[in-house]
């Protein structure tokens, strides 16, 4: 256990959920952290792996920072945080969350994550400010295709229609990430599946099978999370229900969280 430092002693009063199916009835509010983003997740995902996974001044990796979450979750667990993501909106409104702290433990910056000679220009600076060498654990929670379109960039994933161009895209990603990150330290995916052209495309499955087939890592979980309170759903069950028994289709309710042990 020592890429934590969680008291195994006391371990019953711990508040790690080690099972692999998470019901959480609605988001975690307080603080920093609100809803103002589509597709933002909540904070209860990066609270259970940054605590599981790593330990008090290591270094958490965000390639699709959104609106801040993990880097509001690290901050409150005493972790360092390098933030990147391409939205340059989203960019600004963290820092002005993060006001003058950002400067000293966590780091925020424009950054297109499959681009590999941007990715390691701006996590070098990172790591040259921070006093470090390498991260010590990655949460990844990228756009699902083209369903919800965060910019018009080219570069954005959230503008690709076409699954293989997605993993190609995301699989550069997953590398740059891992280049950085210690051997035997983790990675983490929050990603749901989604219905295109009247079917489901599970997309979730072909980047844990893209992951499996390209990196030396051991999967070592498959959580499914499932958030009642989600703004999409919030009111709405009874015409969700009547459209899917009007049809042929499921409602979806989860995503899937794949943690990942890198091997050296």
């Known amino acids: 256990m020592k890429f934590n430092d969680l008291n195994i002693q006391n371990w019953k009063e711990l508040d790690i959920n080690v099972d692999s199916l998470w019901l959480i009835d609605e ?3 307080s603080g ?3 809803n103002i983003y589509h597709g933002n997740f909540i904070p209860q995902i990066p609270y ?6 790593t330990k008090e001044n ?5 390639t699709f920072l959104g609106s801040g979450t993990t880097m509001y979750v690290a901050e409150e667990l005493n972790r360092y945080c390098i933030g990147f993501d391409i939205n340059r909106e989203m960019i600004d409104y963290v820092k002005q969350q993060m006001n003058d702290l950002y400067y000293s433990k966590y780091f925020i910056k424009e950054c297109d994550s499959s681009n590999k000679l941007l990715f390691n220009e701006k996590i070098q600076e ?3 400010i921070i006093g470090k060498n390498s991260i010590q654990f990655a949460i990844l929670h990228p756009p699902f295709l083209d369903i919800v379109k965060f910019t018009d960039k080219k570069e954005d994933l959230s503008s690709i229609s076409d699954v293989n161009i997605f993993l190609e895209k995301f699989k550069n990603v997953v ?9 035997n330290r983790y990675l983490a995916i929050v990603i749901g599946d989604i219905y295109k052209n009247g079917e489901v495309v599970p997309l979730s499955f072909y980047i844990m099978d893209m992951i499996k087939q390209n990196f030396s890592v051991k999967l070592k979980g498959i959580i499914i999370k499932n958030i ?4 999409g759903k919030i009111g709405k069950q009874d015409i969700w229900k009547y459209r899917a028994l009007n049809s042929d289709y499921f409602i979806f309710k989860h995503e899937y969280i794949f943690v990942f042990k890198k091997e050296s």
């Open 27 to 29: 988001r975690y509010k």
């Open 32 to 34: 920093k952290h609100s």
């Open 48 to 53: 259970q792996l940054i605590k599981r996974y």
């Open 58 to 62: 290591d270094i958490v990796l965000d």
């Open 126 to 128: 990172a790591l040259t």
């Open 175 to 183: 590398e740059n990430s891992f280049r950085f990150l210690e051997n």
């Open 228 to 231: 009642e309170g989600n703004r």
